[in-house]
């Protein structure tokens, strides 16, 4: 059994590590792609806080299908709002924000909520606890991109930070 508790501490942890790194990555090269067709590194930080917002959010306000040709644009309209010329701070924070905020709505569904089958945006048909699962994998996928683009740049990410510390 996932229990939620520990799927949102999850989300929350993985969230705060990314966040992180967008304050840990050099000032003024928040734009530094390794290679051509590649996200930048602040693509890919706002990827996740807007893929985030989209995905628990139109989740959270009882969408069960997803797998409609306007998706995307619907999207949208849980976007932060962040300037794209966000400071690493201003982008870091609503990173850490708008996770809790999240979590926070999340927190109150009971079980049977979790337990709803719906309709992912690319037609596979989950349970809402999947979806929240998904939404966190997919955290994780992006994390890394920012944390290798960190090595690149001969910084040690968090989470390491961390294990080293313990030592």
Same mark, same amino acid.
């Given at each position: 059994?996932? *229990?939620?508790?520990?799927?949102?501490?999850?989300?929350?942890?993985?969230? +705060?590590? %990314?966040?992180?790194?967008?304050? &840990?990555?050099? %000032?003024?090269?928040? &734009?530094?792609?390794?290679?051509?067709?590649?996200?930048?590194? *602040?693509?890919?930080?706002?990827?996740? /806080?807007?893929?985030?917002? %989209?995905? +628990?959010?139109?989740? /959270?306000?009882?969408?069960?299908?997803?797998?409609?040709? &306007? $998706?995307?644009? =619907?999207?949208?309209?849980?976007?932060?709002?962040?300037?794209?010329?966000?400071?690493?701070?201003? /982008?870091? %924070?609503?990173? !850490? #924000?708008?996770?809790? !905020?999240?979590?926070? =709505?999340?927190?109150?569904?009971?079980?049977?909520?979790?337990?709803?089958? $719906?309709?992912?945006?690319?037609?596979?048909?989950?349970?809402?606890?999947?979806?929240?699962?998904?939404?966190?994998?997919?955290? /994780?996928?992006?994390?890394?991109?920012?944390?290798?683009?960190? =090595?690149?740049?001969?910084?040690?990410?968090?989470?390491? =930070? *961390?294990?080293? #510390?313990?030592?």
């Amino acid at each position: 059994m996932v *229990r939620l508790d520990a799927t949102l501490q999850s989300w929350k942890a993985t969230r +705060a590590d %990314a966040a992180q790194a967008v304050l &840990d990555f050099p %000032a003024g090269e928040m &734009d530094f792609t390794p290679a051509e067709g590649l996200m930048t590194f *602040r693509q890919i930080a706002r990827h996740i /806080l807007e893929a985030g917002n %989209a995905l +628990a959010g139109v989740m /959270l306000d009882g969408e069960t299908n997803m797998y409609t040709p &306007d $998706i995307r644009e =619907r999207f949208k309209t849980y976007y932060s709002g962040l300037a794209d010329d966000a400071s690493q701070e201003q /982008l870091a %924070a609503e990173m !850490r #924000a708008s996770v809790e !905020r999240l979590c926070a =709505r999340l927190e109150s569904h009971t079980a049977e909520y979790f337990a709803e089958i $719906i309709t992912r945006f690319d037609g596979q048909v989950v349970t809402r606890m999947e979806m929240l699962l998904m939404v966190k994998e997919h955290e /994780l996928t992006h994390r890394q991109q920012l944390f290798t683009y960190l =090595r690149l740049k001969g910084i040690v990410p968090p989470t390491t =930070r *961390r294990k080293l #510390a313990k030592k």
